[in-house]
């Protein structure tokens, strides 16, 4: 789980002007943003390019930040806003156009590092890679802060600007969805 | 309760979150089976999505971005006021080279066949690295039928990437 005391800290420090305490704040999210990029364009290097303009905007915005317990929410919602422009612009159709076979979500095996390295591993962890990644993004977006980030119901409200009973609707529709693709893989296998 | 019901609690009690009518739903998955299996489903695709990967920001990440900040603040780039930089100016943009590089190798065959706007496009607009998003957006995307190759959406699946 993220400290939210630190967060709170770090932005305390950086609207004091301590550019330094920018840099800590992009250590600490970085993976998660990162991930979240990742999954929703799918292309790697697209994440990078998004999850590099979700700092610059928050650089750009952090100033005018009020202490809140919800930075971590609203640094997602940059993020989610983020990733949506960024598959609105044509480049970004023409490099992620998924290719027939749907190889464009496979995962390198050369250099996979997962724990288990058996093939059955890979093809498993490659199917939830492409199940997640192949939700509608409302879908997506709800199941990557609840399944993958481990935020609650009232943080996933405040970073989507959604009501609870729409995080609860959509989180339950997510996971049976995901239930059903997992059930056709394994019945490929 | 009946199974309709019983369903619409399920992911609620993934996460604790069934409350009042927690004590129901357990007794109605004890005595149906059809509901134990598909709550079981439901439990045994959670666990698989919990354990999905988490990937890592590439390795200088951070730094790669303070410096950008940097150097924009040198030359005079205001931030305060939205995002809108040209993806030109941006460090890592390798989709965005791949993107222009392709795109100047799919005008460059057009011109060849003598089917694409009878190079009149280029004689207005100066392809060299500023105008190319333009004429990218400009474009219809059926002229980009010819998708690169899956190199490009598996470029640098390293080590680093996983957490
Ligand atoms: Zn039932």
Redesign the pocket.
Known sequence: MIDKNIDRLLVERFQKGDRSAFEEIICRHQDRIYNICRYMLINPSDAQDAAQEVFIKLYENLSGFSPSPYFSSWLYRIAFNTCIDHKRRPVHEYLNRASPDGDDFALDESSAPWPDKSLESKELNSAIFKAIAGLSEKLKTVILLKDIEGLSYEEIAEALDISMGTVKSRISRAREELKKALKDLREQY | M??RE??SLFSEHIDGRAAERKALLEA??K??A???D?FQELLDAHEAVGGAYRFKAPAGFAAGIMGKIASDEQTGEDYGQGSGKPWHQKPFSISANLGRFAIIMVLAIEIISGAFFAGKFFIEKDISTADSEQIFASMSLDYLGAAPPESIAGAYFDEGEYR
């Open positions: 009946d199974c019983a369903q109605h998955l005595d149906c059809a509901c134990r598909g």
